[in-house]
């Protein structure tokens, strides 16, 4: 305890991007901050509302502040809770995510017996869901370093500049920014104790439609760092070769077509209208 009676300094601040899902994030929040009591330090949380109707209520938590952004995006509103936070270290999480309650101890301690390491990302989990009508995330190997489980220290986000505000998606940021900081700061580590849940979502036919603006992310990516083209095919049109490539791998996997007539329409529908607007912006 400090001796002049002021409170002790964060060990380590908790970002949470949100827009517009106010139960989600409600419950995310809670989980946090159990996760947050589990450390038996101090720790701050930073919601940081990117403009919801109507616009999220402040949390009666003296932990919680609630900062606001006017829909800039999540790599922005992001950097924005990186200017905020005050702990040595910045945990990222997404408002649809379910945290284990040992998720930040683990994310300190991996960084606390590792001081080359400049972050830690961990298991990201999802339970089973139907990937033609619902959307989720998962990665069980650390490789993708997900935005919903990931945890940098605050020098290191700094001195990259944080995530890149060209990133206008919720697409490649991520892995953007660690392989930045990889390379001009340190590594990144894998902790698969750092565990988190990402529930599948129910996904409308218009909401894959428009994920096909993701191409403009896949550009910025892969001009940044040409070695994780998958193919010989230019940059301006590799992104529609790996968008089929995955529609096709998953009418061939589980939970794709499965002799379902049904789920065939549904399937064509998804990867025709996601291809359409994709070549439209090529175009």
């Not at 370093?145 to 505000?165: E, I, M, Q, W």
Request: glycine fraction near 8%.
């Amino acid at each position: 305890m400090a001796s002049n009676g002021a409170a002790p300094p964060c060990a380590i601040s908790v970002v949470i991007p949100t827009k517009d899902r106010p139960q989600l994030l409600a419950r995310c929040v809670q989980g946090v901050l159990a996760a947050c009591d589990a450390t038996r330090g101090r720790c701050e949380v930073l919601v940081v509302d990117d403009a919801s109707t109507p616009p999220v209520a402040e949390i009666d938590d003296e932990r919680v502040h609630v900062l606001r952004t006017t829909g800039v995006g999540p790599s922005r509103a992001r950097n924005r809770g990186i200017a905020a936070a005050s702990a040595p270290v910045v945990a990222f999480t997404d408002d649809d995510v379910e945290v284990d309650v040992e998720w930040l101890v683990q994310a300190l301690a991996t960084l606390d017996t590792s001081p080359s390491a400049a972050g830690v990302t961990g298991r990201t989990d999802s339970p089973p869901f139907d990937p033609l009508y619902e959307h989720s995330v998962f990665d069980h190997d650390g490789g993708s370093y997900l935005t919903c489980n990931v945890a940098y220290r605050t020098s290191a986000l700094r001195a990259v500049g944080g995530f890149d505000r060209q990133f206008p998606h919720a697409a490649h940021e991520d892995r953007d920014l660690a392989w930045r900081v990889r390379a001009s700061v340190g590594e990144v580590a894998f902790n698969p104790a750092m565990r988190v849940v990402h529930p599948g979502r129910p996904f409308a036919a218009r909401q894959w439609d428009r994920r096909g603006r993701l191409v403009v992310d896949d550009w910025l990516l892969l001009r940044r760092f040409p070695d994780a083209k998958a193919s010989r095919l230019p940059v301006r049109v590799a992104p529609l070769a790996s968008m089929l490539r995955r529609w096709w791998s998953l009418a061939r996997g589980d939970g794709g077509i499965d002799g379902s007539p049904r789920r065939a329409a549904r399937w064509a529908r998804l990867t025709a209208g996601q291809f359409v607007v994709a070549s439209w912006v090529v175009a």
